[in-house]
């Protein structure tokens, strides 16, 4: 499996100024929430306990929908509630519509 750079890319610097600006400040990108593991979420607000996943492949057969990243991706959302975090799928489509503001708010009520 292919890893993921630690940087963020040109999309996750503007979607991090999305939630910074629109929502609240205090976002990360590329947060490792697990010590024994290398898993990060896309991005999280460390005192509210939120994190966000940019969920891509849903159609075009990617990572995420295959067998073994399904099963991994399970994996670590099962521990990082375990660890008391607040997860929020999204796809690309979902963040960039601004579809999922209102459940972030939500969750900090």
């Known amino acids: 499996?292919?890893?993921r750079p630690a940087k963020i890319i040109a999309g996750?610097?503007?979607?991090?100024?999305?939630l910074n600006?629109?929502?609240?400040?205090g976002w990360s990108a590329e947060?490792?929430?697990?010590?024994?593991r290398r898993w990060r979420?896309?991005?999280?607000?460390?005192?509210?306990?939120?994190?966000i996943e940019i969920e891509g492949g849903v159609y075009s057969?990617?990572?995420?929908?295959?067998?073994?990243g399904f099963i991994g991706d399970m994996e670590k959302y099962n521990r990082a509630t375990v660890?008391?975090?607040?997860v929020l799928r999204?796809?690309?489509?979902?963040?960039?519509?601004?579809?999922?503001?209102?459940l972030v708010k939500e969750m900090t009520q």
Do not use: N, Y
Request: aromatic letters at 12%; charged letters at 25%.
């Open 61 to 68: 057969r990617g990572r995420h929908v295959r067998p073994t």
């Open 12 to 18: 996750e610097s503007v979607r991090l100024a999305v």
């Open 90 to 102: 999204l796809t690309p489509q979902q963040f960039d519509g601004l579809e999922f503001m209102e």
């Open 31 to 36: 947060h490792k929430f697990c010590p024994s």
């Open 41 to 51: 979420f896309d991005f999280a607000h460390l005192q509210r306990g939120i994190a």
């Open 1 to 3: 499996m292919k890893k």
């Open 21 to 25: 600006r629109l929502l609240f400040p």
């Open 83 to 86: 660890l008391g975090w607040k």
